[in-house]
Structure formats: structure tokens, C-alpha cells
């Protein structure tokens, strides 16, 4: 079994199985060596957060090598305090540091150079009474579960960094660029793909203005978190952490605290510590789900989407100054056409790509003309693909009538692919690269998921 992170699978083999003693469950992730899992620091770093996620109890931590095979149970320990009980609290940095160092001299020659070695195979034995073996399981495995996900804020205060470079990078987002935030006093903690929340704090109001996740910095592996100039103070350094923003708004259209803040009363959120404070990962999912639909209700949603609106709207003879949503200074402005071929051509690319390794022997581009992107069959199976690409989160696209019929009528053979939080470089921004893919197969459109931007209207003249 080998873990997925952002793009990434990560070089480390590991297992988890039902240990003899009832209720307990054992992970074991192999060694590291010259030719096999290079990964194996990230793996048990993110093995050990998931362990602190599920509350668990570990019940012991032992080195299971051909060398301690013949030890008795004792001295393959590592020299922890047993049982050693987790939870979000728990430093995991520390903890892994310690689990490195304390496997070193077990079963090892006292002379052996260098210390002994930190990557040997383990076996971690631990209860959770949150989780069965199977769910515990599947919840590892999947990059976008409470296990492997955690939720942080982030704070702006226009106090602080003025209102014009906020919005400077408003504008950035809009075009899919990565975004680089403080994350204050942290130093670690924040992984790939963990959830990141914007608010506004200060005298001037508060909300929640984005939200987005942490992407790894210059290939440093799972940890996010680097340091960089102070972004005011460049006499010395600060914490900083890449985000791919999914939604980013004008402060004035802000998710307001007082419709959020009682619902949550477990975040003290007048006194949140400054930016990189964990929050419950429920809670942030929770959060980011409450403000996309807070931006669909304001009409400040998905660039693509606000296109097509806004299109629907000029093609009824409405101008945008009678019956959009005002655009104010700084507003994000609309794609050119250039863009958006560029954001088809890369979601497309992937897409192909994605597919080739799901086994799809024939691929067949039906995008031009047709009510789907791709037709691909294999051994007796065919799908009819639907493909999206937007610099935003990905949390509405926009469906043409005929895609909608399309693929109910070929439901459940229907696949759609979403390649989100695609980036648009170069000059003039014309360039799209980067992109975070997810299908969706069997594909089944609900009624309650359509919102509909215009109608046809029978006059009956």
C-alpha cells in the first residue's frame, strides 16, 4: 500500500492489518534502502499525523527487521512510555524525531557508524475507538479525508497590509497564480492539500474572505511551511506557505463572522493566534462548503461561471451595469478568449493523459461538435467523458443543455473530469500549467446541482 499526496505517490510500502489482540490494529511500513522507499520519512510523518487525527493510543512501536527477529518483545521496543495516547494536540514533528532517533541502537552493533539507522522496518501497534480497521483504513488512503487533511487560518488585517496589494493579489488568484501567505509563529504542521482559510480581522470588520490549499514549496516534500524575507521587516525572516486559492473575494463581499461564528463555538475566534492556528477539520470543511455557497448567492462565483453569466446576460440584452453584479476596484476581470482555450487545451492535455493510465486502450477526442470531450472503450467497456478546467477551486463549472442531456442518457457510462486550480503564466498570462484532476465516475447530474443561468422562452408568436 502506498500513500497519494497532491500528484505524488509517495516511494513508501506499509500495511495495515488487525493485530491478534482484539481491538488493535498494526501498521507496518517498511525500510528504507539504497534502491527501495525513498519516501519513507514523508510516509511516517504522515502515518503519525494520521494517528494523532484518530485520537489513537499506541500501544507499542517496535523495530520487526531479520536482525530483532529473534529479540524478545521488550527490546525490540522503542523506549516510549507506553501506552502513548495521541491527539491533535501532539507535537508530530517531535514525535517522528524521536521514533528516527529511539529505532537506531535496537538490535543494532554499538560500534555501527554514524548512530544506527533511522528508516528501519516498524510495526506500530495502537488502538482508536473512532475508527474500524477498514475505515481506518480507506481514510488513510484517501488524500481528501479528515485523516489526511487538516484545516488552518489565515489572517489579513487591512491594518496591516494595505487594501491595493490585497487586491493585487485578487487579481493574481483570479488568473490561477499561487498565492504566498504568513503562517505567523508556525514552523510545521502544514501538509499538501490541508485546507487553508482566509479572514478578515480587525476594526474594520471580519469574515472569511478565501479559502484554498497548501501546496509544497521548491520539491521540500510534504512539510509546506518555508521562510523567506519578512514581508515588511526585510532585516530578517518569517514563515511563509504557498496556497492555491479556490475562491478569493473582495473584502466588501465577505462571508461575515456573525453567520458563522456561533455555529462553531469549540474556535475561540476572537482570539484566533495569528495566521497557521489550527482549526477542527470539520470545521473547515464546513467553513469552505458555507462560503462557496455564500459566493454563489452573491454572484461572485467561478471565473468561467461569471463568463458565461455574463454572456447569457449580454446575449438578452442586458448591460452590465443594469443587471450583473457590480464590479468593484479591484474585482477580478473576465478571461479572454485566448485564456480560456489555453485553461482547455491544459485541462484536455491532462485529462488524456489521466485516462491512458486508468487503462482506456482507445481515446478518442469528440470535443469539437459533440456533447462530450472523449469517447474511450476497453475490453467491452466504453464511457463518455466530460472534461472542465477552471483556475478555481472547481466547485461549479458551467454545463451546456446538450452535455446535460447527454450524459443522463449514457448514465451510468458517464465520467466527468474536473482538472481545477489550473495557473496561468507568461506574458499576458496566456500560458496555463499546473491543474489538480479528480473524476467523477459513475456520473449522475442531480437536479438540485444545476443552477440555471438563462432559459429559452417560448413567446408563442
Known amino acids: 500500500m502506498k500513500l497519494k499526496i497532491g500528484d505524488r505517490v509517495l516511494d513508501a510500502e506499509f500495511s495495515i492489518e488487525q493485530f491478534s489482540k482484539p481491538d488493535t490494529l498494526a501498521i507496518t511500513l517498511e525500510s528504507r534502502g539504497p534502491a527501495r522507499n525513498p519516501d519513507y520519512t514523508d510516509c511516517l510523518y504522515i502515518l503519525l499525523r494520521a494517528l494523532c487525527d484518530a485520537e489513537a493510543t499506541i500501544l507499542s512501536i517496535e523495530v520487526v527487521s531479520k536482525r530483532t527477529q529473534d529479540l524478545d518483545v521488550a527490546s525490540r521496543q522503542l523506549a516510549f512510555r507506553y501506552p502513548l495516547r495521541l491527539d491533535r494536540e501532539t507535537n508530530i514533528l517531535k514525535l517522528k524525531s524521536r521514533v528516527g532517533n529511539l529505532q537506531r541502537k535496537i538490535g543494532s552493533n554499538s560500534k555501527t557508524r554514524g548512530g544506527g539507522n533511522r528508516t528501519r522496518k516498524l510495526r506500530i501497534l495502537f488502538q482508536t475507538k473512532t475508527f474500524s480497521q477498514k475505515e481506518f483504513r480507506e481514510s488513510v488512503r484517501d488524500s481528501r479525508s479528515s485523516l489526511r487533511r487538516r484545516a488552518f487560518a489565515l489572517l489579513w488585517n487591512p491594518a496591516h497590509w494595505p487594501i491595493e496589494e490585497y487586491l493585487a493579489e485578487l487579481n493574481e488568484a483570479r488568473l490561477g497564480s499561487l498565492g504566498r501567505w504568513s503562517t505567523g509563529a508556525r514552523r510545521s504542521g502544514i501538509f499538501e492539500g490541508d485546507f487553508l482559510l482566509l479572514f478578515q480581522v480587525g476594526r474594520h470588520g471580519k469574515g472569511l474572505i478565501g479559502s484554498g490549499t497548501a501546496q509544497a514549496h521548491g520539491g521540500r516534500g510534504i512539510e509546506c511551511v518555508f521562510r523567506d524575507r519578512h514581508w515588511r521587516n526585510k532585516n530578517t525572516d518569517t514563515n511563509y506557505i504557498d496556497v492555491a486559492w479556490g475562491d478569493l473575494i473582495h473584502p466588501d463581499d465577505k462571508f461575515s463572522a456573525g453567520q458563522f461564528v456561533e455555529q462553531f463555538p469549540q474556535v475561540s475566534w476572537d482570539h484566533l493566534q495569528g495566521s497557521g492556528t489550527q482549526i477542527p477539520t470539520d470545521v473547515g470543511v ?92 476497453r475490453a467491452g467497456a466504453e464511457i463518455w467523458v466530460e472534461v472542465k478546467g477552471t483556475t478555481s477551486a472547481g466547485s461549479s463549472v458551467v454545463l451546456t443543455r446538450n452535455e446535460v442531456r447527454h450524459h443522463r442518457s449514457v448514465h451510468p457510462r458517464s465520467s466527468l473530469i474536473i482538472v481545477h486550480s489550473i495557473r496561468l503564466t507568461g506574458k499576458n498570462r496566456y500560458v496555463a500549467g499546473a491543474g489538480t484532476l479528480i473524476e467523477v465516475r459513475p456520473w449522475k447530474i442531480h437536479e438540485a446541482d444545476l443552477d440555471p443561468i438563462g432559459f429559452d422562452y417560448t413567446t408563442g408568436l
Open 286 to 377: 464546513s467553513l469552505v462548503k458555507q462560503f462557496q455557497e455564500h459566493i454563489r448567492s452573491e454572484s461572485l462565483e467561478s471565473p468561467e461561471v461569471s463568463d458565461a453569466r455574463a454572456e447569457v446576460e449580454r446575449l438578452a440584452g442586458k448591460t452590465q451595469r443594469s443587471s450583473a453584479p457590480k464590479r468593484r476596484s479591484g474585482r477580478t476581470r473576465q478571461l479572454t478568449a485566448d485564456q480560456r482555450r489555453s485553461i482547455e487545451r491544459r485541462a484536455m492535455k491532462l485529462a488524456e493523459t489521466y485516462l491512458k493510465k486508468q487503462g482506456w486502450t482507445s481515446i478518442v477526442d469528440t470535443s469539437a461538435g459533440n456533447p462530450f470531450d472523449y469517447y474511450c472503450k
